[in-house]
């Protein structure tokens, strides 16, 4: 008879990309670490067509697990960002003037990554079977660790049936993500609006795909679920059209490559991120401790940002303390918590700012954008918290 593996250390459940990087993080610790397994994807469940913002910290991480896709058209360097505001305002990011090597990166400086989701998880997926050393556990089995951590998005059933309150603000938009050929290539470039003329309060993100080379872009588009539910309903051509004249032509002519989708956008955060129960302590990570709005693409940058914090905790702990202890649980909150208040409070004040309407408005937000162009090291610091530096 087959004697059973020992309890792990840690169980991780969620394994999205956040619970399959922490696994991966801390069974190079050495920690016996247990990781639910896949929940089954419905069949004709449509692919993720989310393509993230990823800074140079999580590629350090990534890297650091063996998930970085290493080709360039999978992992597009964006050498340069465009923020378009009201009245013409511009404001203008380079990966030359702000985007040393702070991270010891071979290659060209840039700004950010930008990678697609399912990319991420295959990359991931392929890391895991080449570590015995994390179990995969099959669902509604909870192995008894010491040490639960909760990496189950949003949603968090866990989360919820141990009573910890998910403060949770809605904004009144949805970010409508799709992809879109374009006449011109991107030239590397990540270009956002915030429209205002006939448009309550949109932002517009087009994200450059497919490498140096490429001439794909995947769109981010906040508005209000009304217009979220129109511009799904367009015929695809229709849809470019109006994309297209919404970004000024920038890129010329667009063709819509993918299904169109669309997220409900808040701001939430958890009471509390760590505390015991009955069957041990528990931590939260990810979007389970916290979502912000996609304005500014740090949710997963936030989430690998908990990863790479609580692998150091539990690395650097005394020798005489456990993995569960609660000292520790509350230095890793402690620190999370403070790390993403400046974006979190930054991102809810600029999204405000750019739904309300009127002309005092458009003229403040544009001298505010102008203001920002010409204040070099404003700028510069905006550029380092984009980067997660
Ligand atoms: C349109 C859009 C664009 C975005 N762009 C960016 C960007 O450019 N850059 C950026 O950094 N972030 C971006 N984000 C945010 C990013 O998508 C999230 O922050 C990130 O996906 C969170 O990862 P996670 O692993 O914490 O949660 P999730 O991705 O939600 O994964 C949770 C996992 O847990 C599993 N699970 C759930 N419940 C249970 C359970 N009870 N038991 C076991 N498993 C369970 C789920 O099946 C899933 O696999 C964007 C978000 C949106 C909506």
Known sequence: MATPSPAPDIFISGDGIVGRSLALLLAREKLRVGLSASQPVPPGAPTDIRAYALTPASRALLESIRAWPEDETLATPVLA???????????????????PNRHGMQGTPALNWIVDATVLE??????????????RVGSGHTPAAPLTVICEGRGSATRAALGVDYDMAPYTQHALAARVRCERPHGQVARQWFLHDETAGEVLALLPLGGPQGDTVAVVWSVSPQRAAQLQALAPEAYAEVLATACGHALGAMQLVSERRAWPLVRAQ???????AAQGAWVLAGDAAHAVHPLAGQGLNLGLADVAELARVLREREDWRGVADPKLLRRYERARKAGMLPLDLGMDALQRLYTREGPFWNRLRAWGLRGVEHSGWLKHWLARQAMGA
């Open 270 to 276: 958890a009471r509390h991120w760590s505390g015991s």
């Open 81 to 99: 960002m465009q923020v378009h505001g009201d009245e013409g305002s511009e404001l203008n990011f380079s990966a030359a003037l702000h985007g």
């Open 122 to 135: 295959d990359g991931l997926a392929t890391a895991l079977r080449y570590q015995p050393q994390i179990e």
